[in-house]
């Protein structure tokens, strides 16, 4: 269990440009989760797959933001034409479905900082 | 929808004084429920969670948390409060194994000498 790693850990863009994360979620883990934590509030959920398939999108996933998982592996986060408002740190979990499904492990997080 | 409610978002505990974090929840259906501890510029850490069973669950650290069905809280405690303790900490609900995980605001836990 090498647990859940997430590239690259901090990432400074200027506004309007486009920027795109990874995660690599535990091996065995079907289902990859991506939140989205600003200061001061807790993660806010923004989609999740199961294997390649995503299942579920938040409203804030707004059209410049775009999440695929090709493989059922890994996972990219691509957001377009960042806007300062985007500055967060991008958190990615992943779990299990079935039985031991209620186990999420997270990663370390991408900080991005828009200028 | 369900929603986390944490009650506080700043608690001061002196070092060896109970530690006291408030979390209630509103859903149709019990959910799962966890606490999650995050230290600055990191990821999150499962401190407990609650699924199905013993409503009293030990987690790391001494924390431990219980289930109240009747009153939908899932307060977090620990009996002596340690200066490691001061972080960021979060209630979280999952309305049914696997799916997305619902969190609160966050309490911050200041830990004094």
């Known amino acids: 269990d090498t647990g859940v790693s997430q590239n690259p850990r901090h990432k400074i863009t200027k506004r309007g440009q486009n920027v795109t994360f990874r995660c690599d979620p535990i091996?065995?883990?079907?289902?990859l989760y991506w939140y989205r934590q600003t200061l001061g509030q807790g993660p806010e959920f923004l989609t999740y797959?199961?294997?390649?398939?995503?299942?579920?999108k938040s409203r804030l996933l707004s059209d410049r933001f775009s999440a695929e998982r090709p493989k059922g592996s890994f996972s990219t986060l691509e957001i377009q034409r960042t806007e300062q408002g985007d500055s967060a740190m991008y958190l990615c979990?992943?779990?299990?479905?079935?039985?031991?499904?209620?186990?999420?492990?997270f990663g370390s997080g991408t900080r991005l900082t828009v200028v | 929808a369900q929603s986390v409610t944490q009650l506080g978002s700043h608690v001061s505990v002196s070092e060896g004084a109970l530690v006291l974090l408030r979390c209630n929840y509103s859903s149709s259906v019990p959910p799962y429920l966890f606490w999650y501890v995050q230290y600055p510029n990191q990821g999150l850490q499962l401190l407990l969670k609650?699924?199905?069973?013993?409503?009293l669950v030990k987690g790391i650290n001494g924390f431990e948390a219980e289930f109240k069905k009747s009153e939908t809280s899932f307060h977090l405690t620990k009996p002596s409060a340690h200066m490691s303790d001061a972080a960021e900490y979060f209630c979280?609900?999952?309305?049914?194994?696997?799916?997305?995980?619902?969190f609160g605001k966050g309490t911050t836990l200041s830990v004094s000498s």
């Open positions: 979990a992943s779990s299990l479905a079935g039985g031991g499904g209620t186990r999420y492990t």
């Open positions: 979280a609900v999952a309305p049914r194994a696997g799916t997305a995980l619902i």
């Open positions: 609650y699924t199905t069973g013993a409503t």
């Open positions: 091996s065995e883990h079907n289902r």
């Open positions: 797959f199961q294997n390649e398939a995503q299942l579920e």
